[in-house]
C-alpha cells in the first residue's frame, strides 16, 4: 500500500521514484526494474525457490569476487554507508547491473539456439541461457528485499544525506519533491501535523 493510499506520514520507495527526476528513458528502465509491490515480489520468489538459487550462488560465485563490505560491490552492501543508502544503492545500482548482464547473457544464448544447428554450440547456448534464468530471479528477490527493507526505514523516519544521489534520482531530492507535492495537495494537514494539532475532518 503506498503513502497515498494509507494517508501514511512517511513515504514509500515506490513514492520516491515516482517523485524522482527521471528523463522517459529512465523513468521506464525504472519501472521495469523496481517492483511496486516488494512483498508479493518476495513472496512469489520463494514459492519458486529464488533464495535457495541465492546461496547456492552467495556460496560459490559470491565468495570469489569481490567480497568486501567497504565499497560498493555487485555482492555485498557497503558497510560504510548509512544503512538506507547502502540498501537504495545496492537496489538501483548492483542489482540492476547485475541483471542487465544476464539479460544479455539471456538474449545471447537465445539468438544462438535459433540461429545454429543442433550440435556442441546449441548445447552450450542452452547451458548458457538455463544458467542466466536463476541468476535473473536472484538480481530480481535481491532488489525487492532491498526495497521492501527501505520502506521500512522510511516509515521510522530515516531520511537520505543531503550529499547522496544515485542514477535514478531516488534520494534526497526526491524526498523533497514528494514533501511539496504532500504540502501542496493538503496543506491544512500539513500545518497541523507541525503544530501537533489534529487535522480537520
Known amino acids: 500500500?503506498?503513502?497515498?493510499?494509507?494517508?501514511?506520514?512517511?513515504?514509500?520507495?515506490?513514492?520516491?521514484?515516482d517523485s524522482?527526476?527521471?528523463?522517459?528513458?529512465?523513468?521506464?528502465?525504472?519501472?521495469?526494474?523496481?517492483?511496486?509491490?516488494?512483498?508479493?515480489?518476495?513472496?512469489?520468489?520463494?514459492?519458486?525457490?529464488?533464495?535457495?538459487?541465492?546461496?547456492?550462488?552467495?556460496?560459490?560465485?559470491g565468495r570469489l569476487v569481490q567480497n568486501r563490505t567497504d565499497r560498493d560491490t555487485r555482492y555485498r552492501l557497503n558497510?560504510?554507508?548509512?544503512?538506507?543508502?547502502?540498501?537504495?544503492?545496492?537496489?538501483?545500482?548492483?542489482?540492476?547491473?547485475n541483471e542487465g548482464i544476464h539479460l544479455l547473457g539471456i538474449g545471447y544464448g537465445a539468438e544462438a539456439l535459433l540461429t545454429n544447428q543442433p550440435g556442441y554450440l546449441m548445447a552450450?547456448?542452452?547451458?548458457?541461457?538455463?544458467?542466466?534464468?536463476?541468476?535473473?530471479?536472484?538480481?530480481?528477490y535481491n532488489?525487492?528485499?532491498?526495497?521492501?527493507?527501505?520502506?521500512?526505514?522510511?516509515?521510522?523516519?530515516?531520511?537520505?544525506?543531503?550529499?547522496?544521489?544515485n542514477n535514478f534520482g531516488i534520494d534526497g531530492r526526491a524526498y523533497q519533491t514528494w514533501q511539496a507535492a504532500q504540502t501542496a495537495e493538503n496543506p491544512q494537514a500539513v500545518q497541523a501535523e507541525e503544530s501537533g494539532e489534529q487535522p480537520a475532518e
Not at 552450450?124 to 530480481?140: E, H
Not at 525487492?144 to 537520505?160: H, K, P
Open 1 to 17: 500500500m503506498t503513502h497515498n493510499e494509507a494517508s501514511e506520514p512517511f513515504p514509500t520507495f515506490q513514492d520516491l521514484a
Open 20 to 61: 524522482a527526476a527521471m528523463g522517459i528513458g529512465r523513468r521506464a528502465l525504472a519501472r521495469y526494474y523496481i517492483q511496486r509491490n516488494p512483498a508479493a515480489s518476495i513472496r512469489r520468489h520463494e514459492r519458486l525457490g529464488t533464495p535457495l538459487a541465492r546461496k547456492v550462488i552467495m556460496n560459490t560465485v
Open 79 to 97: 558497510q560504510n554507508r548509512p544503512p538506507m543508502e547502502a540498501a537504495t544503492h545496492f537496489a538501483l545500482h548492483a542489482s540492476v547491473s
Open 124 to 140: 552450450a547456448a542452452a547451458v548458457l541461457t538455463a544458467v542466466q534464468v536463476p541468476i535473473v530471479a536472484v538480481q530480481r
Open 143 to 165: 532488489r525487492a528485499r532491498m526495497i521492501q527493507r527501505v520502506d521500512e526505514q522510511l516509515a521510522a523516519g530515516e531520511v537520505f544525506q543531503q550529499e547522496y544521489r
